[in-house]
Structure formats: C-alpha cells, structure tokens
C-alpha cells in the first residue's frame, strides 16, 4: 500500500488549473491508488442492456484484478456479480461475452444460478449450507438501458445524475438499440491523461481533420472561442430543439458530470466523412435526423455521443500506470438492418480514426510526462474540463485518504437466490 504521506504531499504540491504532477501519471503505487480510490468506490459504466438482451446474457470486464461478470436473469433483470468462485476462488466466466443458464465453475463445477445462488456443490458433505456461498453481488443501476456498476459496499449517490442526464437521452431510447459495431484498444497511456485528451478539443483542428468535418469543436453554447457563425448556428439549432422540447443546455453536472446537447456543422446532422446520416433508421421516435448530438461525460470511465440515428458509448478502464483500454461500441435501433438502414464502415470510420488519433496523442503525452523534464503545466481556458476532472481526481484521493469511503472496499452482500 502506498504511503499516504506520499500521496498528500503530491496532492500539496499540485496547482489548482494545472496537470498533475507525475507520479499521478506514471507510478505503479499511484495506479494501485487509483484503483482503489476511485474504480473500487465509483459507479462504473459497463455496457449498454441491449448488450445482455436475452436472459443467459453476459459479459465480463476487468477493474484491476476485479473481474466482474454482468449478466440478464431468468426473470430479466441485469445483475451483477464478482466473478469469482465461492469455491476456493476461481474465475468462473473466462469469456468476455457469452451466454449461459447456468454459471459452472470451470475447476471443480460448483454450479450458480443466474441469480448468483449456488445450487450445486458436488462431493460436498451432507450438511453443507449452499445458502451461505451464493456469488457475491455488485451494485447495478440502470440510466436510460446504460448499465452502470459499482463495486463499493455502499455506492455513491446516483440519483443526481440519473435524473439530470434522463431529459437528454430518454428521446434517443438507448435500451432499444442493438450493437452495430464494437472496438476494443490499448491506449499506451495513464487513464487519466486519456480523460484529458478526451474533455478538450484544443487539440482537434491539428489532430482530427475526419472528426472536424461535422463536429463542432466548441464546448459551449456561449463558448468566447466560438465564431459568429457558430453563435447563428447555435441559435437556429436551440430554437429547433425548443419546439421539439428536446434539453440541450448545459446540465448541471458539476465535476461528476457534463450533458449538453450541440449541433454539427450546418448542412451535417451525424458522424459520418461527409455529415450525412449514418443509419435511415432513427432512434426511438425520433423523426428528424438532424438533432446534433448529446455529450455527455461521467467520472471516471464513460463519455457518450447521442444523436439521432446512432449511439456511441466509449468506456475506458485501467490496466497499469500506463495502459488503458477503450472500448468504443456503436449502436443503432434495434430494428435498423445492416446492409439496407447502414453500413458498418460509413458508421465507424470517423470515430475509428479519431481514435486512433487520439491514442497516438496520448502515448506521446505520456511519453513526455515520463521523462526528466516534465513539470505541470497549465490548461487553456478551452481545458476548463480538465480543470473540472482534475480537481475532482484530486478531491476523490483526499477523501480516501481521509478514511471517508475506506471502509467501502468491496461489496460483502451474498446472493442466496
Ligand atoms: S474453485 Fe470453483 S469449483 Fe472450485
Ligand atoms: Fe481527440
């Protein structure tokens, strides 16, 4: 375990509007901080529900050494659970996605309910009380069909963000979606200097000529950099989504979370090379297609674009001090068919290159911050979100140290069917 003095003595030193110091950003012990701090006591985005649509759905996802199986019931319902056998602690789903009505321990065969109830233990002695070795439960809340987790006993408050980022997304109804696309990458790179790639475009105009062709690097309806044109633009496009009664300005997330709907470039209404529409089919009962798109960012591991004929969610978990992994999926309605309403390749090629843009930036940030001659520096007024993410990293670690969610290390609550 880290010292904690270490920890606030990086904490002192860091200036309020700037990057972190390095060891945030390159240290084994800080990453191991991270974990627990922050991806141990956090809500988790995990997928979207169309991911698990049938009951025996699941997938799998790694937090550290945590692997956590989330999983459709015989009755519907998305649970989750520790991956990891009552047993003597064996990984019981070593698929990342799969389907199964059953869970069976690969190493001795313990078998699970989907409810995470233990109903077989074979050549276990009469007397033996399966009830007290149903697999161990991780929160789960649902936000509009995003699957969010938590691995903490008692899980931060949700409801402040669930009720302010339902307006925005409810019109798009991302539970009746259906995966259209799903890419996984390494990113060499702290997680958190992939967040901050990800909260400012000052990079873009030099870095993403695919992404700038329709979206609109400004962050703010009333952003100082933005152009008169784009003023005019913002306008039209706030007077439209009035009538349609759709939410776009500003949610007020704080340092959690950031929701606001923006608009493309005029005569663009979605991300494909030349802004026309992705996908003929639209979301929901969406009717027109040009609604711009919905951002929205949660602390510490998801951002998303909503728009009106396809999702992307963008899920980033850590996997050292300085590898992340990016998951990025691309959902379209659920009735929509490949081939006649959308083409994989026009969906994914703009986000596909950005990506990979943007791992490249990333890499070289983290190259530089690992050397001799990095010193914090200080963000651009168009940085005011890594302003906003780095000051709430840094209260998080605080209030670990602090002993306030300590006691929350992990989830003990038993599923007993
Ligand atoms: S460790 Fe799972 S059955 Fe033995
Ligand atoms: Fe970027």
New binding site residues.
Partial sequence: MIDPTRVRAALAERQDNFSLPQPFYTDEAFHRLDLDAVFNDEWLFACNSCELREPGDYLTLEIGATSVLVLRDMDGEIRAFFNT?R????R?CLEEKGHAHRLT?P????VYDLDGALLHARQMPAGFEREGYGLRAVHVEIVCGMVYICLAATPPDITRFRDAVTPYLAPHQPWRTKVAASVTMIEEANWKLVIENNRECYHCAANHPELLATLVEFALPDDPAGSRDFRLLMEAQAAKWDRHGLPHLPADGGDEFRCIRLPFHRGAVSFTPDGSPACGKLLGELTDPDLGSVRMFRVPNNWNHFLADHIIHFRILPLSATRTVLRTTWLVHEDAVEGVDYDVDTLTSVWNATNAQDARLAANNQLGVGSLGYAPGPYAPSEFMLRNFTNWYARKLASHLDGAHGQRSIALKVSNG
């Fill in positions: 056998c047993h003597r602690g064996s019981i321990c190493y001795h065969q313990w």
